[in-house]
């Protein structure tokens, strides 16, 4: 998915460096090897996945492979799996989105505030971005959400209530959590740098026009940060569609496929069921509905990066 | 109404002291400009006045009424600023009433007021634009017509001039004041050009280090400054000042005398003799820097074109009922 992105960009900077006619052509020659290899890491890859997709490919039975066309994405789009990762892939992208924006504007802004110790404060809000998504799910498996030692069970019988068993009572929302925990200090660093370039005249004029602060954050704040937002949202997408590492480590997609994404099903189809013609195909597929999400996505929050 | 009144305001930021005592007294409907070198105080001054600072002794009286604990919305002021500070995204229109809306006056009344501010600074074909579709004029005038729109007691004006080019600012100085009059409410004007001070007008106020060194009409201040900073700040070029001999001989440690004052003539008749160094013709004036020996280096204005050239030897007299003296400390002696 990325590499036909980046392909792009280097031509584009070719061009956008443009001389005379002469040192044009010599750039494009100097450039192509370089974009030679690009294409070729790309090309050859997404090659062989079509090739492989058309194929019963199956790792326990190596010997026969032969040509199937297309039944490998019939049984791969209506196995059930399918569509319940389908369904598992939007809800956690979409909530992680929104956990992160709604929790990270009112965390920019009190990161905007002149307090004591700002700079550690700031540093350890950052700090979960930093921890590889392994050693995260890790943690909050086995210190936080663990049912017996976990500290939140710890918590729950301080209250006398009956610790939740995150992982079997609420697998998604448990993934949900972790995963938003982790991309929370990225929203808020985008928006709090976003709020430190909102002019400081403009607040003024506000407070000038007789504007409280709930008015100022409405009027003038939020449509400031629209733009920001908008970056947030494409960036994470990316990112989320793919999540992976938290599932492997909590819950392995299950209970059931309560918690298997595309991702997910697909390493699952490829690694666990040995079968490379379904996975192939499940690849593709997968190619496909990321396009359509950053389709719908960039015709919805696009035009706010338009300046 | 818009009586402006301050009664030995003070402002300290920590241990530096910004406003060191300001008593100023402005009658409604004037226009009054705070003129002086940067850092003197003088933005700060304005926004003690808005509410945007709080001061840290004294009162401010608007109408009788002292504000210092009134937040910046209620004291009934508008302020343009150096940057404009409009609202990206909202239109020109929704910049307009976005202080009416604030208010919560109904929508009716906000569309009449707005397309009768518009009109007033012909704004109206550009009301659905937003501030990035206008020029630098055009942007300056949504931001007087955000001021202008909530009828206020009193405008503040911070810089509001100095992002324009030169031909622009000469026009919008002069609606600014026709604006101003045609309204007939009370102006804060703030700048560091003397120039935007004595043509905008009504009274100055020449600011130096957080004091206010002279409160008086336009030409008050060209004619009898109080001391050595404001007869050297009010005039253009600035005032020549000569010490030691020659004062004396006028009867004052220090004397002044305004370019324009300075008498030109060919050398030998009498008066100070000189050596013209540089001299500047634009035709309507002749700016002549001349090396005057011990009374150091003397610019002279002529009205009309001169034709001298660098070398060339001169001879400068004052006019003598136009020299102003100063004592030791540089305070005016007036006659």
Redesign the interface.
Known sequence: MATPLSLESVSQRGTAATGTRQTQGLARLLLAPAVGLLFIWMIVPLALTIYFSTLHYNLLDSESQQFVGLDNFRYFLTDPAFIASLQNTLVLVGSVLALTILLGIPLALLLDQPVLGRSIVRLMVIAPFFVMPTVSALVWKNLLMHPVSGLFAWIAKLFGATPIDWFNDAPLFAVILIVSWQWLPFATLILLTALQSL?E??K????????GAL?TFI??TV??L?RPITVVILIETIFLLTVFAEIFVTTGGGPGLQTTNIAFLIYSQALIQYDIGSASAGGLVAVVIANIVAFFLVRIVGRNLEA | MGQIALQGVQKSFGPVHIIKGADLDITDGSFVVFVGPSGCGKTTLLRLIAGLEDVTGGAILIDGRNVVDVPPAKRGLSMVFQSYALYPHMSVRGNIAFGLKMAGLPKAEINRKVEAAAATLNLTPYLERKPRELSGGQRQRVAIGRAIVREPKAFLFDEPLSNLDAALRVQMRLEVTRLQKQLATTAIYVTHDQVEAMTMADKIVVLNAGKIEQYGSPLDLYERPNNLFVAGFIGSPKMNFISGEAARQQGAPTIGVRPEHLKVERAGQGGWPGTVSVAEHLGSDTFLYVDAGQLGMLTARYIGELSLSPGDKVSLSPEPARIHRFDESGNAIHA
């Open positions: 002019d005249e403009q003024e004029a506000a407070e000038m026009d007789g504007a008015s009027y003038i449509p400031h629209a």
